[in-house]
């Protein structure tokens, strides 16, 4: 029996620039601007027994990069009815943060997201990192964070700077 796979994923091991872990893209989409193809890349420095956990979440993390959670996919997103969505992000101005902040306004999304935080894009990082992973400071170490490093470090902005915790010190605030 032939195989009729809904995504098809090339996984790649190519040398990255700086503290890139991995990257990923979709390759080809069906008629409803699907991703029915995509490549993953993961640098072959990150590649070892030890970063086993690493590299599983990074896996996912860029696979769901393939399925849309991009800015250049957010184009391609639609409703209920098949149509283009006019707005899938919008910048807004954050009265705790006093500066704008890029947010995500699905409908469903932003139902969800109201009874626990506000979604809200990275604005921070490279050109890989701002605009297409949720807010590192919302939402820490969730799937779709954006990371540059693998030292498992916590971080709380403070009026003086950045304090961290080691791993598995109580980070209660």
Known sequence: RAAN??????????TTTGNTVGWAVACERDQW???IAGRVNV??????AEAET???????HE???????????FAHFRDERKRRRREVVAQEFDSNLRRMV???????????????YGFQLEDGGGRGTAGSHW???LLMNEIMTGSVDT???????????????????????
Do not use: F
């Open 135 to 137: 807010e590192k400071r």
């Open 43 to 48: 640098a072959p420095r990150h590649l070892s």
């Open 54 to 60: 690493l590299l599983s979440a990074t896996l996912i």
């Open 151 to 173: 030292t498992l470090m916590k971080y709380q902005r403070t009026k003086s700077g950045i304090r961290h915790w080691p791993r598995k010190q109580n980070m209660d605030l």
């Open 5 to 14: 796979p809904d995504l098809v994923l090339l996984v790649t091991t190519r």
């Open 102 to 116: 890029t947010r995500i306004v699905l409908p469903r999304v932003v139902a969800r997201s109201r009874q626990h």
């Open 33 to 35: 601007s699907r991703a």
């Open 63 to 73: 696979g769901m990069h393939v399925l849309g959670c991009h800015p250049h996919a």
